[in-house]
Structure formats: C-alpha cells, structure tokens
C-alpha cells in the first residue's frame, strides 16, 4: 500500500533550525512535494525534488533520498508565521499525490 | 507562477440545498483538476480528478450523484454538493495541473462549507 510517515507535532524557538523528516511508500514515483498549510487555508507550494540531494530555496531546503524513500524539509531562522502544518506529498507513478496528515510546527518566542 | 481561483472561500447552507464551489485557472489552462475535502487535523482526500471534456473520476466511497463535477472549459471546473447533511461540512479544496508538468500543481484557496 501507500504509506506516509510524519512526526504529527514538532515544536522550535525563532531563529533557530528545524528538519521535518518524511518517509514515503509509493506505487512508483515522480518526485516528493512539500506544502506549508496555515490553518483554514490551502496548503501552498514549497518545493519538489525529483532526483536525489538537497534542493536550497531561501530558508527552505529539501532533501530525498529515493532509495531509502526518505525526505526532509530544512527550516531556517524559524519565523513566528512559520507556525504551519506541512505536508509531505510524494507523487506515485499514476501522477496523482499521496498525502499524508503533515507535521505541525508550532514556534515559539 | 500559476494561480486557480476558487469561490466561495465560506459557505453556510441549510441542510437539503446544494451548493456550487468554483474554481478556475486565471493564467493558464488546466487539463485536469483534483478535488479534495479535508476534516479538521485531517490530511488532504483525493474526492474526484476531473478533465476537461469528460467525466470525472471518482475516488472509491465518494459518491459522484452527490459530487457533481464539471469540467466544461480548460478554465473552469465546478464541485456541486447537492443535498448537503451537516456530515458534508468540511473545507473543499481544488488543485489544478497542466498537462505533465509538475509545476502546475497549485491549489485554489479552499472554500469552508457549513451545512446547518
């Protein structure tokens, strides 16, 4: 079957630098999303690594390891509006997303 | 960067109406959008992908003469709830992609449906 595996919580200081770590299983694969999700909104857009290593936007980098089908996502100097859900989405070979409950990141002063 | 507006973003309707959500791709055309319903602390669930010029594919459980799917136009796609129950209040939310291209993954900006 088709399995996400997330820590449901995780909690940081601002400033500092968390790793939101992600295991997949999927039927195939074409690549691993992640979205940030604020509460009563639609999550939005982050990154996508299709090829392993580390992909760097900004504050944000990701990671993938297909062989071990494994992801993280690298926050940097944590913002009090990072506080979110954020979702793991790997893409199965259908195209279609698989997602899981994410991680919430709660930041605190 | 791609953007998909959906409407309404709030929704409150008596139990027994329907309710029509609108999405639609402002500067690019979408072949296929997804539709998702998500419960509180709940993930996202895949409820139907819809393209355009066919019948939408329904999910396995979600029942496609509640979930009517249109997609008329490479611009818009609409998710009617027919007969709403107070069970089928959640936050819908559309994604659209074009053709292949995983860049085109983008969601609108969800609507919040309260059935009373």
């Known amino acids: 079957g088709q399995n996400i595996d997330q820590p449901t919580e995780m909690t940081a200081t601002e400033g500092a630098i968390v790793q939101i770590n992600c295991t997949y299983q999927?039927?195939?694969?074409?690549?691993l999303f992640w979205y940030q999700q604020h509460a009563g909104e639609a999550p939005t857009f982050l990154s996508y690594?299709?090829l392993d290593g580390l992909e760097e936007k900004g504050r944000f980098s990701s990671f993938l390891s297909r062989s071990k089908g494994y992801s993280y996502l690298l926050l940097k100097e944590l913002q009090m509006k990072d506080s979110a859900s954020y979702l793991c989405?790997?893409?199965?070979?259908?195209?279609?997303?698989?997602w899981g409950a994410g991680t919430k990141l709660i930041i605190k002063p | 960067g791609a953007v998909v507006s959906q409407h309404p973003s709030r929704v409150i309707c008596k139990s027994g109406t329907s309710v029509k959500i609108e999405c639609r791709s402002l500067?690019?055309?979408?072949?296929?959008m997804f539709w998702y319903r998500q419960f509180p602390k709940q993930s996202l669930m895949l409820m139907a992908t819809?393209?355009?010029?066919?019948?939408?594919?329904?999910e396995q459980g979600v029942e496609k003469d509640k979930f009517l799917i249109n997609h008329a136009s490479l611009t818009l796609s609409t998710l009617t709830v027919t007969s709403a129950h107070p069970e089928d209040s959640s936050f819908y939310i559309c994604?659209?992609?074009?053709?292949?291209?995983?860049?085109?993954?983008?969601f609108g900006s969800g609507t919040r449906l309260t059935v009373v």
């Open positions: 500067d690019f055309q979408a072949t296929t």
């Open positions: 999927t039927s195939g694969f074409n690549g």
């Open positions: 819809s393209n355009e010029g066919s019948k939408a594919t329904y």
């Open positions: 989405a790997p893409m199965d070979s259908n195209y279609q997303l698989i």
């Open positions: 690594n299709v």
């Open positions: 994604s659209a992609r074009v053709g292949g291209e995983v860049d085109g993954y983008t």
